[in-house]
C-alpha cells in the first residue's frame, strides 16, 4: 500500500467515527481529526512519509468528503493541473528563483490543493498567501499547510472586497466561474458588466493583477470559453491595456467530465515600462497525459519558447 493510502485510511477511519458519533457531515470530522492530530492527540506513524504523500491523502479524504455534500462552491483543483502550473510559475521565474522564494497569491484558495500542488512542487521556493471566503474550506486548508507544513498566510473573506494583501511575484487561480452577487462590490471594477451581474471570474482577473508586482505573472485556469462570452469585449480591451498575454494552453478534454467543464491555462504578464512584449505568444495543447513522448515534446516546445523569449 503507498504511504498516502496509509495516510488516508488512518484520516478516513477517525473522520468516520467522528461523523458518526458526533452526528455531523464528514468534512467538518476530517477537519476535527486534522486539528486533532496537529494537536498531538492521535499518535500515528507512516515512515518517510513525504509533504505530498500528506497532501494527497487530506486531497482523497477532502474529495470523499464534498462528494458527500455536493456543494457547488465546493470543488478541487485536479492534481495534473496543479502540476502543470507549477511547471510554468517555475518556467517563467526562472531566474527570480536563483535569488530565493518568489511570493505568491492564491485569491480563490478553497482547501489549497491547487496552492500546495504547486508548493510541494517547488518545495522552499515560495512564500504564500491565500485567501477564501468559505470557513469550512479555509479552516481545511490551514489545517493541510500545518500538516505538510509549508509557509503560507491566510485571509477569511470575500476576494473581490479590498484586500490587505502586498503585491505578489505571481498569482495563481483556479477562477470562480459564474455571476458576482454583490453588485456594489463590483462596481469598483473597471470590468463591472456595464448592465446586469458581471461575472465573477472577470472580476478575479483584475483583482488578482491588482494584486500583482509589475513584470509578474498571473497563471490562471480559465473557462475555455472566457474569450467567446457577451462580456468578452469588455476583458479583451481591459487585458490589452494592463497585461501581456504569454500564452494560452489548451488542456486535455478528457481531465474534464463535460465540454461545458473544460479549461485553459491562461499566462499573463503585468505591463511594466521596463520590459517589453513578448515577441511569440505561446499557443499549444497539452497531449493526453498518458502520452509520455508526446508530453515530452509539449515540455520541449514550452522550453523552447521560453529560450526564445
Same mark, same amino acid.
Given at each position: ?11 478516513? +477511519?477517525? $473522520? ?10 464528514? /468534512?467538518?470530522?476530517?477537519? *476535527? ?51 502543470? %502550473?507549477?511547471?510554468? %510559475?517555475?518556467?517563467?521565474? +526562472? ?25 510541494? &512542487? ?20 490551514? $489545517? ?9 498566510? /491566510? ?14 511575484? &505571481? %498569482? ?9 452577487? @454583490?453588485? +456594489? %462590490? ?8 456595464? !448592465? ?6 472577470? /472580476? ?14 498571473? =497563471?490562471? #485556469? ?28 489548451? /488542456?486535455?478534454? @478528457? ?15 503585468? *505591463? ?10 505561446? #499557443? ?9 513522448? $508526446?508530453?515530452?515534446? =509539449?515540455? !520541449? ?5 521560453? +529560450?526564445?523569449?
Amino acid at each position: 500500500m503507498d504511504k498516502f493510502e496509509q495516510i488516508f485510511g488512518f484520516l478516513n +477511519e477517525y $473522520a468516520e467515527k467522528i461523523a458518526k458519533e458526533q452526528d455531523i457531515e464528514y /468534512l467538518d470530522a476530517l477537519l *476535527q481529526t486534522v486539528e486533532d492530530t496537529l494537536d498531538g492527540k492521535y499518535d500515528w506513524q507512516v515512515e518517510d512519509t513525504t509533504k505530498e504523500d500528506m497532501r494527497k491523502a487530506i486531497q482523497i479524504a477532502i474529495l470523499k468528503g464534498m462528494r458527500k455534500s455536493a456543494q457547488p462552491n465546493h470543488q478541487m483543483t485536479p492534481d495534473t493541473l496543479g502540476l502543470l %502550473v507549477s511547471h510554468f %510559475v517555475e518556467q517563467c521565474f +526562472e531566474e527570480e528563483l536563483k535569488n530565493g522564494p518568489i511570493t505568491v497569491l492564491d485569491p480563490a484558495l478553497g482547501t489549497g490543493n491547487l496552492l500546495y500542488t504547486v508548493m510541494n &512542487a517547488m518545495d522552499g521556493k515560495i512564500q504564500a498567501t491565500g485567501v477564501e471566503v468559505d470557513e469550512l474550506l479555509i479552516r481545511l486548508a490551514a $489545517a493541510t499547510g500545518d500538516l505538510i507544513e509549508q509557509p503560507v498566510t /491566510l485571509f477569511r473573506q470575500d476576494s473581490l472586497e479590498k484586500l490587505l494583501v502586498d503585491p505578489a511575484d &505571481a %498569482v495563481i487561480c483556479d477562477l470562480p466561474v459564474g455571476y458576482y452577487p @454583490n453588485e +456594489e %462590490v463590483a462596481l469598483d471594477y473597471e470590468l463591472c458588466a456595464a !448592465e446586469g451581474m458581471s461575472y465573477a471570474h472577470h /472580476l478575479f482577473i483584475e483583482q488578482s493583477l491588482n494584486h500583482t508586482k509589475e513584470g509578474g505573472y498571473a =497563471f490562471f #485556469l480559465i473557462p475555455t470559453n472566457l474569450f467567446e462570452s457577451e462580456q468578452a469585449k469588455q476583458l479583451h480591451k481591459f487585458i490589452k491595456g494592463n497585461v501581456w498575454i504569454q500564452a494560452v494552453i489548451q /488542456l486535455p478534454e @478528457n481531465l474534464f467530465s463535460s465540454r461545458a467543464h473544460e479549461k485553459s491555462i491562461l499566462i499573463l504578464q503585468k *505591463q511594466s515600462p521596463s520590459l517589453k512584449a513578448p515577441s511569440e505568444v505561446l #499557443l499549444a495543447k497539452v497531449p493526453n497525459m498518458s502520452n509520455k513522448q $508526446a508530453l515530452a515534446m =509539449f515540455f !520541449e516546445k514550452v522550453r523552447m519558447w521560453k +529560450e526564445g523569449k
